[in-house]
Antibody, heavy 121, light 109 residues
Framework: EVQLVQSGAEVKKPGESLKISCKGSGYSFTSYWIGWVRQMPGKGLEWMGIIYPGDSDTRYSPSFQGQVTISADKSISTAYLQWSSLKASDTAMYYC??????????????WGQGTLVTVSS | EIVLTQSPATLSLSPGERATLSCGAS???????LAWYQQKPGLAPRLLIY???SRATGIPDRFSGSGSGTDFTLTISRLEPEDFAVYYC??????????FGQGTKLEIK
């Protein structure tokens, strides 16, 4: 069974750093792109970026380029999303999701349960 | 960058009725690489339709997708109580970009 299990909720202060994780299981982790999606409170879905764990090829949405860093450790089947300096506007639910095929032109078929990040002074 | 616009923002219908949700693209979506997702409160989105008209695994046949180019439609033939949720369209064919529409909330009338 394919599963993406995300790390737990985080409460941080503005200016702090953060790295959240997404562990894949039940499939060949290195063969499928993993993406990150932001959902701000009461708002819609925003695609942030994707990574191919096989070779760490990473692409970012222009809206998030330079704001976050996506990485992966294929030895432990885990993808990461990190911030170097959080802002209150980073408060949101963050989902990881897997592309449905090895080809990047495919939808997200499996999703993590989400990680709620709250940034408040 | 392709922009997706969904309409209506909110759709109020009763169980048993037919729902028609629209998704318009600012430019043609290549090879109909368009998906629809359902999201219920507190849960992650679920893939319903991909490649504009193919149902994902386990999705009931009351859900259907159609369209090409810049105009796409999600139809729910007879609404069940569990279908009331928010629906998003997404394109995934453009240069490794995965834009979402802003969503349509389907609510019980």
């Amino acid at each position: 069974e394919v599963q993406l299990v995300q790390s737990g909720a985080e409460v941080k202060k503005p200016g702090e750093s953060l790295k959240i994780s997404c562990k894949g299981s039940g499939y060949s982790f290195t063969s499928y792109w993993i993406g990150w999606v932001r959902q701000m409170p009461g708002k819609g879905l925003e695609w942030m970026g994707i990574i191919y764990p096989g070779d760490s090829d990473t692409r970012y949405s222009p809206s998030f380029q330079g704001q976050v860093t996506i990485s992966a450790d294929k030895s432990i089947s885990t993808a990461y999303l990190q911030w170097s300096s959080l802002k209150a506007s980073d408060t949101a639910m963050y989902y990881c999701a897997r592309l449905s095929s090895a080809a990047p032109v495919s939808p997200f078929d499996y999703w993590g349960q989400g990680t709620l990040v709250t940034v408040s002074s | 960058e392709i922009v997706l616009t969904q309409s209506p923002a909110t759709l109020s219908l009763s169980p048993g009725e037919r729902a028609t949700l629209s998704c318009g693209a600012s430019q043609s979506v290549s090879s109909s690489y368009l998906a629809w997702y359902q999201q219920k409160p507190g849960l992650a989105p679920r893939l319903l339709i991909y490649d504009a008209s193919s149902r994902a695994t386990g999705i009931p046949d009351r859900f259907s997708g159609s369209g090409s180019g810049t105009d796409f439609t999600l139809t729910i033939s007879r609404l069940e109580p569990e279908d009331f949720a928010v629906y998003y369209c997404q394109q995934y064919g453009s240069s490794l970009m995965y834009t979402f529409g802003q969503g349509t909330k389907l609510e019980i009338k």
